[in-house]
């Protein structure tokens, strides 16, 4: 079966799940937000990675409905949590097709509403590729979003086509610094570079700033020495299931 069609029937028959990795405040190593990250298992193929199926699903245009998915079942979530007294913001990924699908804006008021989810613990992750288009229009469209009260991130920052001049127009409240300028810490001085300046830019614009694939002690103090308030990775814990994600946050406590 090609992917594309087992992904359409897994989607149908449930078989997709969103593990949750914990996002730290790099001073108290508390537990500040869950980014949502999808994950699915087939029954010919095993445990399908998202780096492959998510390239497809964008190809193919099927991203918008696991899009979709997604944002619902993080918000079902965070609702969840919310009822048991628990405040966890949630981070999804939305795809540049996604973003710019008609009625998007309306459907994540849809979904926010229908599970009676305040819309500040929802976090969308964007890439800069959704910035390439008429950014007049884009700027309307995280206007309208900011709005309605979700925080918007920009994901994997540092990659991809961002300007400055652009950043300074977007009504985002945080950059997630892209783990391959983590990844050679503290040792590569270019890359220790670009994350001091990123941490910089944050500070200087008021955005929160996270860093991603944090995985050494020596990571995370090079992080904290630059000022880098917020981080997630392997070191604190990869993304698990809801249930597992409480129990971490119940030892944590
Ligand atoms: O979950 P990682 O562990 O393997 O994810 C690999 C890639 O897939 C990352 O770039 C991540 O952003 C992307 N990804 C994972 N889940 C989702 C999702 O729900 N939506 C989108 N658009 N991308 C996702
Ligand atoms: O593109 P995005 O930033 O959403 O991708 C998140 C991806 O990064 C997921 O695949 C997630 O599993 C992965 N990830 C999260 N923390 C770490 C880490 O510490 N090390 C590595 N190698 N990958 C990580
Ligand atoms: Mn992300
Ligand atoms: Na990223």
Not at 210 to 230: N, R, S, W, Y
């Amino acid at each position: 079966m090609q992917l594309d069609h087992a992904m359409r029937q897994a989607l149908a028959r449930g078989e997709f799940r969103l593990h949750y990795q914990p996002q730290l405040d790099l001073h108290s190593g508390a537990v500040i937000g869950a980014e949502g990250l999808c994950r699915w298992r087939d029954a010919e193929r095993g445990e399908v990675s998202p780096g492959r199926f998510i390239p497809v699903a964008e190809e193919t245009g099927f991203i918008a409905e696991l899009g979709h998915w997604v944002l619902c079942e993080a918000v079902a979530q965070a609702a969840s949590w919310r009822r048991q007294g628990l405040r966890m913001p949630v981070s999804v990924n939305v795809s540049a097709l996604q973003f710019q699908a008609a009625g998007f804006v309306d459907s994540v008021a849809g979904v926010l509403a229908q599970a009676q989810l305040p819309a500040e613990l929802l976090e969308l992750e964007l890439t800069e590729s959704i910035l390439l288009g008429d950014i007049d229009e884009i700027v309307g469209q995280l206007q309208r979003l900011a709005d309605l009260g979700v925080k918007l991130a920009i994901d994997d920052f540092g990659t991809g086509y961002s300007s400055l001049r652009y950043l300074k127009r977007l009504p985002i409240h945080r950059l997630k610094i892209d783990r391959d300028f983590i990844r050679r810490l503290p040792d590569d001085p270019s890359d220790a570079a670009i994350t001091r300046t990123i941490v910089d830019l944050g500070r200087a614009l008021h955005l929160q700033v996270i860093a991603e694939g944090v995985e050494t002690p020596e990571q995370h103090a090079c992080l904290a020495a630059m000022g880098c308030h917020e981080y997630q990775g392997f070191l604190f814990a990869p993304a698990l299931p809801a249930t597992q994600f409480e129990a971490l946050l119940r030892q944590s406590l």
